[in-house]
């Protein structure tokens, strides 16, 4: 009885046989076209200045957010400078929001989160349960109950409707 072996690779290859890989090259109106594009988009997005001197932007809602609260994303250099139940102010912008000022409270975290993993992924699940340690571009995200919206004379007033801006 003759067997046969087969010394091909899972791409097909024979065993030793070298490919030939050419990189392809982008195309000579790349850096024209990209141009364009960012002229046509408005150029350069400046920095909002309503967010001077913020810690973080609210988020949109979630299927799972409660009403009178908001998440609040914090850069990973401002994590630490909104502690539970520390007491925020949060300035809805003129220019995309209703221009209001609302006081209210942390109640959930400050939590960890990867900026572009999902925390259970695999990947992190399997680094850390093999003892591994790897820590992924980050960001921070509170939890904010809404204590009422600040009115001009300082007093407070209850929320009228939804909160989205910078904190």
Do not use: W
Not at 6 to 22: F, H, N, Q
Not at 64 to 86: F, H, I, N, W, Y
């Amino acid at each position: 009885m003759t067997s046969m072996r087969d010394d091909r690779d899972e791409a097909g290859l024979d065993a030793g046989e070298e490919v030939g890989v050419e990189l392809a090259r982008p195309p000579a109106d790349l850096l024209p076209q990209l141009e364009a594009d960012i002229s046509m988009a408005g150029d350069e997005q400046l920095p909002d200045p309503a967010m001077d001197g913020a810690i973080g932007a609210t988020m949109f809602d979630q299927p799972g957010s409660e009403d009178g609260t908001v998440t609040v994303l914090l850069p990973r250099d401002k994590m630490q400078q909104a502690p539970s139940q520390a007491l925020v102010r949060i300035k809805s912008r003129s220019r995309n929001g209703d221009g209001r000022t609302y006081l209210g409270m942390v109640t959930g975290g400050p939590f960890v989160e990867p900026d572009s993993l999902r925390a259970d992924s695999h990947l992190l699940v399997t680094v850390t349960t093999q003892g591994g340690v790897y820590l992924p571009p980050h960001h921070g995200r509170i939890k904010v109950t809404i204590l009422g919206e600040e009115l001009k004379d300082g007093s407070l007033t209850p929320q009228r409707r939804g909160t989205h801006s910078c904190l």
